[in-house]
C-alpha cells in the first residue's frame, strides 16, 4: 500500500493565483483531514471529510475548499492564494476517526 | 481551546539516556495521543491512551495519563540518534455530534546525540 500520497511536494504561487492541492489514499478509510503547520503553531485542521460527499470545516478553513467525490481522493484548493497561506499542509486519512495516518506534505510558497 | 502545550520545547539528550516530554491541556478529553515528525516528513502516529486508561506501553515508550491533573508524559527510554525527531501530543474528543475534533500542540523538538 502506498498510504496517503500527496502532489506536489513543492508549489511556489503568485498572490491571487489558485491551485488544487491533491491527497489520495489506498487503505479505504472514511476520514480525511486537511491540517497546515506553521513554524510554532503546530498543526491546524483545515476541513475534513467523515465519507465521500460529506465534508465539514475546521479550526482554519477561510479561502480553502474542499470536495470529496470518492473515498479515495480529498484535494484541497485555494481560491485566491495570499502570502498568510504560506504553511507546509499535509493530508491524513483514518478508519476510526482517532488514529490518523499522515502524507508526506506539500510545501506551498505564496509570493 | 483543547490544545495540548508540550514541555520543553526543544530538548537535548546523549544516546542511551532517557528522554521524557510533558503535554497539558485545557478542558475534558476522550483521549490523547502521540505522534513523531521527523525533518522534513509527516507525523506518525506513536501511541493512543484513552480517557479512563493511566498508563500504556509500546516498546521503548511509555505514556501516562492524568486526568485530574490535565497532563500526559512521553517516556522515550535508551534513546537512540534514530529519536531526533520533534513529539507532538494532540488531544481528542467527541463533540455532541459524534464528530471527532483533534487538535495538536506546538511540539518538543529532541536531539539525540551520538
Known amino acids: 500500500n502506498a498510504g496517503v500520497t500527496q502532489t506536489p511536494k513543492f508549489q511556489v504561487l503568485k498572490t491571487g493565483q489558485s491551485m488544487t492541492l491533491q491527497c489520495a489514499q489506498d487503505m479505504n478509510h472514511e476520514y480525511m483531514s486537511w491540517y497546515r503547520q506553521d513554524p510554532g503553531m503546530g498543526l491546524r485542521l483545515i476541513h475534513y471529510?467523515?465519507?465521500?460527499?460529506?465534508?465539514d470545516q475546521g479550526e482554519v478553513p477561510n479561502g480553502y475548499n474542499v470536495s470529496r467525490s470518492t473515498t479515495e481522493d480529498f484535494p484541497l484548493r485555494l481560491l485566491s492564494a495570499a502570502p498568510s497561506q504560506t504553511s507546509v499542509y499535509f493530508c491524513?486519512?483514518?478508519?476510526?476517526?482517532?488514529?490518523?495516518?499522515f502524507g508526506p506534505g506539500t510545501r506551498l510558497l505564496v509570493l | 481551546s483543547q490544545q495540548g502545550e508540550e514541555d520543553p520545547q526543544a530538548l537535548s539528550i546523549q544516546e542511551g539516556e532517557n528522554a521524557t516530554m510533558n503535554c497539558s491541556y485545557k478542558?475534558?478529553?476522550?483521549?490523547l495521543q502521540w505522534y513523531r515528525q521527523n525533518s522534513g516528513r509527516g507525523l506518525v502516529h506513536l501511541i493512543l491512551i484513552r480517557s479512563n486508561e493511566r498508563e500504556k506501553h509500546s516498546g521503548r515508550l511509555r505514556v501516562t495519563l492524568d486526568t485530574s491533573k490535565k497532563s500526559s508524559s512521553l517516556l522515550i527510554t535508551a534513546s537512540r540518534a534514530a529519536d531526533t525527531a520533534s513529539y507532538f501530543c494532540a488531544t481528542g474528543y467527541y463533540s455532541g455530534a459524534g464528530s471527532y475534533q483533534l487538535t495538536f500542540g506546538k511540539g518538543t523538538k529532541l536531539s539525540v546525540i551520538p
Open positions: 491524513a486519512s483514518s478508519s476510526t476517526q482517532e488514529t490518523q495516518y
Open positions: 478542558t475534558s478529553i476522550n483521549n
Open positions: 471529510s467523515v465519507g465521500a460527499g460529506i465534508t
